[in-house]
Every structure is written in C-alpha cells, then in structure tokens.
C-alpha cells in the first residue's frame, strides 16, 4: 500500500474542500490513488447531502443581482440550518452567483434552476458540493426576477431581507423606498390591490369590536370607516408612514420626489418555514440515560 502523506492529504483537501480525515480515508480506502481518492469522496459526498436533507434549513441569505443599467434584477433565498453558516464566504458566493444566473437565464422554477450550469458543475452539483465542504443542508427554496422598462432599485437587510423596487424618478427615492419595504414588508403597493374578501374580512372584525363598544350607531359606522382606513393604511405601501419621516406618507414622500412605485418584491429568510424547537434538558437526560 502507498504511502499516504501528509502533501497528498493537502492536494485532495484543495481538490475537494474536505475535512483532513475524510481526505486521508479517502486516500487510504484507494490504495493512494488521488483521482479515485477523488471519485470516492464525490460518492460519499452525494450520500451525505442526501442524509442533511432531513434536518430543517431555515436560516441563509438572499442572494442578489442587479444589471449594470438597473433594468434587470434577481434575488434568490437559500436556506442552511445555522446563521453562522449564513455568513461563509462560500455560501454568500454561491447565492450570488444564483441571483445573477436566475436574471440572466430566466429559469421557469427552481427545478429548472438547479439543472442550470454554474461553471463546470450544475447548480444541483454545486449544492451538494458546498453541503459537503460545509457539513450542512442547503437548499435553493425560491427566486424572484424582475425585468423593466423604467428602473429598479435593489435593498438587501443583512442577509436575510432582500427587496426589488420598480420605479420612475430619482434613484435615491428608489433605494429609500426599497430600505422602507425592507423595515414596514407592505402586502400590497396601493389600496386598489387588497382583495375584496380580505377587506370584507376585516371589514366584518372591525363592525363587530364597533358593535360590542356599546357607541350610538353614527358613531360605531364612524368607527368602522377609521378602523378601515387604518387597516389599509397599515398594508399598502403607499398608505405607510415613510420610515424616514413618520409624518409623510409613502405616497406624499413620492409626490414631493416627482417619483413613482411601479412595483415592488421582496423576501424574508425562513418565512413560512416551521423551525424545530429542542428542549436541551430533555435532550441531556436522554443522552445521560443512553450512556447509563
């Protein structure tokens, strides 16, 4: 049998990404031999994403991208299970460089995304690359793209809230109004877009408490249009309080800038996703119980 060195450990850990030990397995189970070595640890490698697969990756980033000419814009979220690994140089890469694919190819979804090359691998490849390299799941969950005639402005809070913004007029007012949809996440960017069941939904609520207060009709209808005008203004863009300046609307801000919101998308890090919650005292005494 080969000698296993200590010079051919380091090229496979550069060749693959490895930990040392799984390098130098690798390496041993392949009689010294670097590109079985190689192979192996890539086999071994899609068996180990597959076995993260089952643990809940709820934190990650947004990757973003956004064309020269700020007409083309993409962001996309992918998950991990811890925020530390949210923040690894690879993983920031490696979500960044899914934005830009997604606004230049257009994928129809994320399953046509991860058969998508990303260099000299398809993004599914690359994932289950960095899974291995990093010891966690990582999954690309979901993208938004925008493409415009007018211009786009582009946020992104940390890593885990990104905003696209659409608009017409100064570039500043674009990037403020993308800063404000980060802090205030409107549901929808004027009134004439809220639903009629969800207003007669809230409309119902708000007759009911107006009811139960025991005020003369007229006041109670008064009540009513208040709580609905409230409720509207809590979930449209143009409605909210501008964050920079709480006594001017988003609409009135714009007005005042000569600019106008076309649109706007944006995503959140792990919304919708159930995390786990672990009781480590249970987990303690199970432990404490198994080496009894």
């Known amino acids: 049998m080969a ?50 697969a089952s643990r ?12 020269p000419d700020s007409k083309l814009g993409a962001m996309v979220e992918v998950n991990c299970e811890t925020d530390f690994v949210a923040r690894n140089p690879d993983f920031a890469a490696f979500s960044k460089a899914l934005a830009e694919l997604v606004a230049t190819a257009n994928p129809a979804d ?10 000299d691998k398809t993004v599914e490849e690359a994932r289950q690359a960095l899974v291995q390299k990093i010891g966690e799941n990582i999954t690309v969950r979901r993208f938004e793209r925008v493409q415009s005639a007018a211009r786009l402005a582009q946020y ?14 100064q570039d500043a007012v ?10 205030a996440k409107p549901r929808y960017l004027s009134k004439d877009q809220v639903s009629a069941d969800a207003l007669a939904g809230e409309r119902a609520i708000i007759e009911a408490r107006a ?28 409605g909210q309080p501008f964050v920079k300046d709480d ?42 119980k198994t080496a009894a």
């Open 156 to 169: 992104v809070h940390g890593v885990k809230i990104g905003v696209i913004v659409e608009f017409e007029g």
């Open 110 to 119: 994320v399953a046509a995304l991860t058969a998508l090359a990303i260099g």
């Open 56 to 67: 809940v990756a709820s934190e990650g980033a947004i990757g973003t991208y956004l064309s």
């Open 3 to 52: 000698e296993i060195t200590a010079s051919m450990v380091k090229d496979l850990r550069e060749l693959t990404g490895l930990g040392m030990m799984e390098c130098k397995r690798a390496l041993e189970e392949s009689g010294g031999d670097m590109k079985k070595a190689e192979e192996l640890l890539r086999i071994k490698s899609g068996a180990k994403a597959s076995k993260a």
């Open 247 to 288: 006594k001017l609307t988003v609409e009135k801000m714009l007005a005042a800038a000569s600019s106008k919101v076309l649109s706007f998308r944006f995503l959140v890090v792990g919304e919708g996703i159930e995390k786990k919650q672990s009781d480590f005292a249970a987990e303690v005494a199970a432990m404490t």
């Open 174 to 183: 674009g990037k403020d109004v993308a800063m404000h949809v980060a802090f």
């Open 211 to 238: 009811r139960e207060s025991g005020k003369p009709p007229e006041i109670a209808a008064k009540m009513v249009e208040g709580g609905i005008n409230k409720y509207l203004g809590e979930i449209t863009l143009l």
